[in-house]
């Protein structure tokens, strides 16, 4: 291990006996983990929904109480009376009866909603009068819950019918603390379209929370009452009350899950259950929350079950990895000395220190067959790089050719001039063909710059000019940013040449060759398009396909000069570069291509 480090055959046992005994047996403690805690998590969820459901059922029976009772209330003849009629100065005994029964109304009575039910207020827009259940009949200016009143304004100009809101108030002069009340609003009387007042229902959220309670069998269980725009109308919290659900971290996101779906969330570092399900009877919702400590803690002593059963198994694959690597090591430490010294052993040694035959003595003859053909391997080597730099001298002695012809050329030139007194057109050629050489002579590099390469294919149009006797023209379209790029040598002279023999050529009359280059998406585009005679459409599909796929060898009458430049781009630049050839009988033929831009 302190040689070979994570490659130690320590190191691999310790990893093997993990790998085949410890981590199935990890695996099942994971397992029976796994399906110890989705059991525990459906019986909570199921616990938790079941009591959900049974609290919703309630609350929306004693809502539907409450509403019956309201709209009793709202229709009943002496409400009509208070509402349609003004209150006079002075009431007489018949009316004061009325009121003293219409008081009794206010006064519920169902067994379930009752217990609740802080007090009943019937409002009369007409005479601005109070009735309620608990203060008898007050003027609206005296009257000390007047809390409601903005409210019951705002949603009147809005033509509501129907609307709750929490709120605090104190009812009775002297009172120190308010009482925190969920009121419900309904506007009155029932049948006629300009209403005139109001029937409010105030249920005391303290008694509420105690109904609460006792219908649920979690005590610890949060219970959150919203409506349908996510104001908090109920919460055992009150600065909760009338404030948005979204203003609530940890419960922001709750309305998102399935209804029904209980989801464990960490709430103020304390893992918790939250379900919701909405009312079956209004647009209420009903969101509880209740803390999964106890299962937690049931959960927490079984991962430390299973920490020790996974700390003992290490232990274990420690010492036996220790046993076996030591076991196995004695061997291997023989095959390390003839690698490392295999000229001091040969196969006699070899069945001297393993008379058997076995996996070591087999390894040993291995490495010593390979070590002696190595040795043949060098040898070879040895002689072929003799051989190389026998090949390059000639490569040396075989430019004084080019040189020699460079002079030569020069030399005629300027013989021809002696003998005619000036320049003509062997001179010009002799002139252009002696700049060409000077090209390949005078640029080891095999990329030149652009600029470079074109000089040369002027040069090269020069000599055509003069042999066909400006029997086609050129037009040239370079964008300066493409004189900037580099290029093989001899790239685009190949191209010229082929447009001028295999498309101009066989046209017998004057034709166009356009040479053009752009910056594209990156890149750089030539293009060598002539107005020749073309090519057909499956010898163009062809030759594309050899030029896309590599380079083949060439049969009679193919476009060596094309294939040959193709293969050099890819060489150079990558298959992503290249040549691609558009044609049309009769039409003409441009050969496209394309290197990277400089950077």
């Not at 002069?173 to 308010?178: L, N, S, T």
């Not at 293969?567 to 050969?591: A, H, M, W």
Request: net charge neutral.
């Amino acid at each position: 291990m302190k040689h070979f480090k994570i490659h130690s055959i320590f190191l691999r046992n310790f990893l093997l006996i993990v790998c085949l005994i410890i981590l199935p047996v990890c695996g099942i403690g994971a397992a029976v983990y796994y399906v110890y805690n989705k059991v525990m998590q459906e019986e909570v969820s199921s616990v938790h929904l079941i009591g959900l459901s049974r609290l919703r059922d309630m609350i929306d029976m004693t809502v539907r109480e409450i509403d019956d009772f309201a709209l009793q209330i709202a229709s009943d003849e002496a409400s009509r009376w208070l509402l349609e009629e003004p209150y006079p100065a002075t009431p007489d005994y018949a009316m004061n009866t009325q009121l003293t029964a219409l008081r009794q109304k206010l006064t519920p009575v169902n067994k379930i909603s009752g217990q609740f039910i802080n007090s009943v207020y019937l409002y009369a827009d007409r005479s601005n009068y109070v009735m309620s259940s608990n203060l008898s009949l007050w003027k609206m200016d005296w009257f000390t819950d007047n809390g409601w009143w903005n409210d019951y304004l705002t949603h009147k100009k809005e033509s509501d019918r129907y609307w709750v809101s929490a709120r605090a108030a104190k009812q009775f002069i002297g009172e120190q603390k308010p009482k925190q009340l969920l009121s419900l609003y309904y506007m009155a009387p029932l049948d006629e379209k300009v209403k005139q007042g109001a029937v409010i229902v105030n249920i005391d959220t303290e008694r509420l929370g105690h109904f609460i309670n006792n219908v649920n069998d979690l005590v610890s269980e949060d219970i959150y009452i919203i409506d349908k725009d996510g104001i908090i109308l109920y919460n055992s919290e009150p600065a909760l009350l009338n404030r948005s659900l979204a203003d609530i971290g940890s419960l922001k996101n709750v309305l998102r899950g399935s209804e029904g779906t209980p989801v464990q969330m960490s709430i103020g570092g304390r893992t918790e259950s939250v379900a919701y399900l909405s009312s079956q009877y209004n647009d209420w919702i009903f969101i509880s929350v209740i803390p999964l400590q106890l299962y937690d803690e049931k959960n927490a002593h079984l991962r430390t079950y299973l920490y020790v059963i996974f700390a003992a198994g290490f232990i274990v694959a420690l010492l036996l990895a220790w046993l076996i690597a030591m076991k196995v090591f004695q061997p291997i430490r023989k095959i390390i000395s003839i690698v490392e010294n295999p000229d001091k052993w040969n196969y006699g040694e070899l069945e001297k220190q393993e008379p058997h035959r076995n996996e070591i003595r087999q390894v040993a003859a291995a490495i010593t067959r390979s070590h002696d053909k190595q040795v043949v391997m060098e040898q070879e080597l040895r002689k072929r790089l003799v051989l190389l730099k026998q090949a390059q001298n000639v490569a040396l002695q075989s430019q004084i050719s080019p040189h020699f012809l460079y002079n030569t050329l020069e030399t005629i030139n300027w013989n021809a001039m002696r003998l005619t007194g000036g320049e003509n057109k062997v001179s010009d050629m002799i002139t252009s063909l002696s700049l060409l050489l000077r090209l390949s002579l005078e640029t080891p590099s095999n990329l030149i710059p652009v600029q470079d390469e074109l000089q040369h294919v002027r040069h090269y149009i020069e000599i055509l000019m003069i042999r066909y006797k400006n029997s086609f023209t050129v037009a040239w379209d370079i964008d300066e940013y493409a004189m900037r790029s580099r290029i093989p040598k001899f790239t685009l002279q190949p191209l010229v040449e082929n447009a001028v023999y295999h498309g101009l050529k066989p046209r017998q009359d004057k034709g166009t060759i356009r040479i053009t280059a752009e910056r594209r998406d990156g890149r750089i585009f030539f293009a060598i398009a002539d107005d020749g005679v073309g090519i057909d459409p499956e010898r163009t599909a062809h030759i594309n396909n050899e030029l896309q796929h590599g380079y083949s060898e060439p049969g009679a009458g193919d476009h060596i000069g094309i294939k040959n430049v193709n293969q050099r781009i890819k060489l150079t630049f990558g298959e992503d570069y290249g040549i691609v050839i558009v044609s049309r009988p009769n039409e003409g033929t441009c050969v496209q291509l394309t290197i990277p831009a400089p950077q």
